[in-house]
């Protein structure tokens, strides 16, 4: 089956960091371009960041400098390093697959989401 | 660069047809394919429409999705009660290197 589980979401203290982690099953994540997206309570979708296939990477500006994407291909796996948390970042935090031969914001598959609360 | 902007809110009866714009700019819409999500509450987004009109495998014929020049649509007829969910547009931004998503638009069936 193919599908993403996503982990490693919590309270965190502003300023503090945190790594999230995305597992990929019934596809290589290394082979595949590979998205997050948030979404703050109540709130619309953000995208947060992209790495291609290979290996090219971009940010929103909103975490840029602040978060780092990458992956583990021998575990088949997406991360997203967050540092210098804000109360802005809590979201649900989703990776999901980019299908780049359709376009580049076609995302065909979703992880379930977890949760980063960033207070005091 | 013009975040795409849609309506924050569409409601319809059962049986009814009804549309969701988003309006981009040059950089975004302008130039690059329109997509589609739909997302049920407490669940994660769900690819409706790729490449400003296909439907991936499973998602029905009522879902239909338009483009001319920065703007796009999402139409949906034959309205039933679980189409009730926030409906966002997305596209590649060439300004900004990165996606951006639609406001959303939170759809009421009546």
């Known amino acids: 089956e193919v599908q993403l589980v996503e982990s490693g979401g919590g309270l965190i203290q502003p300023g503090g960091s945190l790594r999230l982690s995305c597992a990929a099953s019934?596809?290589?994540?290394?082979?595949?371009?590979m998205t997050w997206v948030r979404q703050a309570p109540g709130k619309g979708l953000e995208w947060v960041s992209v790495?291609?296939?290979?290996?090219?990477?971009y940010y929103a500006d909103s975490v840029k400098g602040r978060f780092t994407i990458s992956r583990d291909n021998s575990k088949n796996t997406l991360y997203l390093e967050m540092n210098s948390l804000r109360a802005e970042d809590t979201a649900v935090y989703y990776c999901?697959?980019?299908?780049?031969?359709?376009?580049?914001?076609?995302?065909?598959?979703w992880g379930q989401g977890t949760m980063v609360t960033v207070s005091s | 660069q013009s975040v795409p902007t849609q309506p924050p809110s569409a409601s319809g009866t059962p049986g009814q047809r009804v549309t969701i714009s988003c309006s981009g700019s040059?950089?975004?819409?302008?130039?690059?394919?329109v997509n589609w999500y739909q997302q049920l509450p407490g669940t994660a987004p769900k690819l409706l429409i790729y490449s400003d009109n296909q439907r991936p495998s499973g998602v029905p014929d009522r879902f239909s999705g338009s483009k001319s020049g920065t703007s796009a649509s999402l139409a949906i007829s034959g309205l039933q009660s679980e189409d009730e969910a926030d409906y966002y547009c997305?596209?590649?931004?060439?300004?900004?290197?990165?996606?951006?998503f639609g406001g959303g638009t939170k759809l009421t069936v009546l």
């Open positions: 999901a697959r980019v299908r780049v031969e359709l376009s580049l914001a076609a995302f065909d598959i």
């Open positions: 790495i291609y296939s290979g290996g090219r990477i």
């Open positions: 019934g596809f290589t994540v290394s082979s595949n371009y």
């Open positions: 997305a596209a590649w931004d060439d300004s900004l290197s990165g996606v951006l």
């Open positions: 040059s950089s975004n819409i302008g130039s690059n394919t």
